[in-house]
């Protein structure tokens, strides 16, 4: 119901321009995909690998008519499997072929209505992304794949660069972003977000509120904002608040982010991006329960036109001072991008994202082989 509203909402407020001329009309169809496939290995003894693969076939859909009408749509497929061995013994495997994206959009000149199988995300963190509300993206991973969700996601573009955002979601039970739990099925789940320019930069302000599997209202709001002041300079924040319950569940969760990146004229440019990351969940507001503090660090440097290396230090303190540490070397062609990546970790997960087949042996010591195709 909630969501009909909103698609009503938007139909008035953007009627079909059925009067202009349709000898303009042009259709474009194209399809296009990504091969990918990898291989892990996590040390020490027992040396234990992954091999897998992946292929995201992908049909894209483009009518347009008159001066700013435009209908489209992307439907694509996430097929994928992997092995896992222990020295050179089987232990098991993995395959899925599920839906990737599968969305139809609407546009005009300064707005567009998009519903279906989608990517929302948005904010301006780096690593710890406290508004990684409906995405899994990693930073570690360098094609930044994510699942999406299902809903309707409507925007309004001003001329000032503002905008504003509307959505309504279909409840899932597979919890999304940073969610403890997933939603109600079948529940629509309803937010939106404004972005506006401040100063030499620009803000915004989220909200999401849905019904979470166990019938508990939740509700959500987010601060983000960035500014260049010879430095580039941001912060990002998020707060939930889970009606009380008896079911162990924490009733608040906030997260905040500070960060800047600055690029150093040394050779062909150092960039380095650093951030500090503040996360708790308990049942008083950023007091009590459970807390995690992070400081990451990225530096990235592009060695020549086709290769790039990037390394990542992340450090935990709270009760253990514990140290991650990647580096990844990337070779980018016209269509093919090879990857290598090294790992020198605790034997824990970190709260990046990710849903990548192969994010479990991130932990401890490794590296990592990909290569991926895209036509």
């Known amino acids: 119901m909630k969501a009909t509203l909103i698609i009503i909402l938007f139909m008035v407020a953007f009627p079909l321009s059925a009067q202009e001329p349709v000898d303009s009309a042009r259709t474009v169809l194209s399809f296009n995909g990504q091969i990918t496939g990898w291989e892990v290995t996590k040390f020490p003894e027992p040396v234990s690998w992954q091999t897998g693969g992946r292929f995201l076939p992908t ?8 001066e700013n009408s435009k209908l489209s749509f992307e ?3 996430h097929i994928n499997g992997s092995l896992n061995f222990s020295d050179w013994n089987y232990v098991d495997g993995y395959g899925e072929i599920k839906p990737y994206r599968v969305w139809l959009r609407y546009s005009g000149r300064n707005w567009e209505l998009r519903g279906g199988l989608q990517k929302i995300n948005f904010g301006v963190a780096r ?12 930073v570690r991973d360098p094609l930044q794949l994510t699942d999406g969700v299902y809903g309707i996601l409507g925007k309004y573009f001003f001329e000032n660069n503002a905008s504003v955002w509307l959505w309504s ?29 401040v100063f030499s930069g620009e803000m915004g302000v989220s909200t999401h509120h849905r019904k979470a599997d166990v019938h508990l209202n939740e509700n959500r709001i987010g601060f983000d ?12 924040t998020s707060f939930t608040r889970m009606q009380k319950n008896s079911y162990g ?13 600055y690029t150093f004229a040394v050779g062909n440019g150092v960039g380095m991006t650093l951030e500090y990351f503040r996360y708790h969940a308990g049942d008083k507001f950023m007091r009590n329960g459970t807390n995690l503090n992070l400081i990451g660090g990225m530096f990235t440097y592009p060695v020549s036109v086709l290769d790039n290396l990037t390394a990542m230090f992340f450090y935990a303190g709270n009760h253990s001072d514990m140290w ?17 990546m090294g790992y020198w970790n605790p034997e824990i997960s970190l709260p990046l994202g990710g849903q990548n087949e192969s994010k479990n042996l991130f932990m401890g010591k490794g590296f990592q082989l990909m290569a991926s195709y895209n036509f």
Request: aromatic share 18%.
């Open 59 to 66: 049909l894209l859909g483009e009518y347009s008519w008159g």
């Open 75 to 77: 439907a694509s497929a």
């Open 127 to 138: 690593m710890f992304r406290p508004l990684m509300w409906f995405d899994s993206m990693d």
């Open 169 to 197: 979601l279909l409840g899932s039970k597979q919890p999304k972003g940073w969610e403890l739990i997933g939603s109600a099925r079948r529940r629509s789940e309803i937010g939106g977000r404004v972005e506006f320019p």
């Open 225 to 236: 904002g960035r500014w260049d002041a010879g430095v580039g300079l941001w912060f990002e």
């Open 249 to 261: 569940i924490a009733v608040h969760q906030d997260a905040v982010t500070l960060g800047m990146d």
């Open 324 to 340: 991650f540490n990647y580096i990844n070397w990337a070779r980018t062609y016209d269509n093919w991008s090879f990857y290598l």
